[in-house]
Nanobody
C-alpha cells in the first residue's frame, strides 16, 4: 500500500490550500484517515482525523479553518485549509489505518508566508 500526497505549496497568510492523499495497491478500506504535521525539531502532531462513518475531529489550533473529508470507496482523504497562518507551516503527512496497521504518506510541504 502506498499513500501519495499532493497539494502542498507556498501561500500567503490568509490564503487557502487543499491537500489530497490517495492510497494505491490497497484491496481493503481504511478504518481511519487523518492528517498530521511536523515542524523540524518538534514532534509530529495530529491536525484532523476522520473515521469510516464520517465523524471528524480537529486539533484546536485548526478548528473552524480546516476541513477534512474522505471518499472511502476511492481510499482518498482531503484537507481543505482556509485562513492559513504562518504557524501552519510544516510538512503535512496523511495517515490511513486498517486493522491497527498504519500507512503513512511521504509528506508534503506547506509554507505560509506572513
Amino acid at each position: 500500500v502506498q499513500l501519495v500526497e499532493s497539494g502542498g505549496g507556498l501561500v500567503q497568510a490568509g490564503g487557502s490550500l487543499t491537500l489530497s492523499c490517495a492510497a494505491s495497491g490497497s484491496i481493503f478500506s481504511f478504518a481511519n484517515m487523518g492528517w498530521f504535521r511536523q515542524v523540524p525539531g518538534k514532534q509530529r502532531e495530529v491536525v484532523a482525523t476522520i473515521n469510516s462513518g464520517g465523524s471528524a475531529n480537529y486539533a484546536g489550533s485548526v478548528k473552524g479553518r480546516f476541513t477534512i473529508s474522505s471518499d472511502n470507496a476511492k481510499n482518498t482523504v482531503r484537507l481543505q485549509m482556509n485562513g492559513l497562518k504562518p504557524e501552519d507551516t510544516a510538512i503535512y503527512y496523511c495517515l490511513m489505518t486498517n486493522a491497527n496497521v498504519e500507512y503513512w504518506g511521504q509528506g508534503t510541504q506547506v509554507t505560509v508566508s506572513s
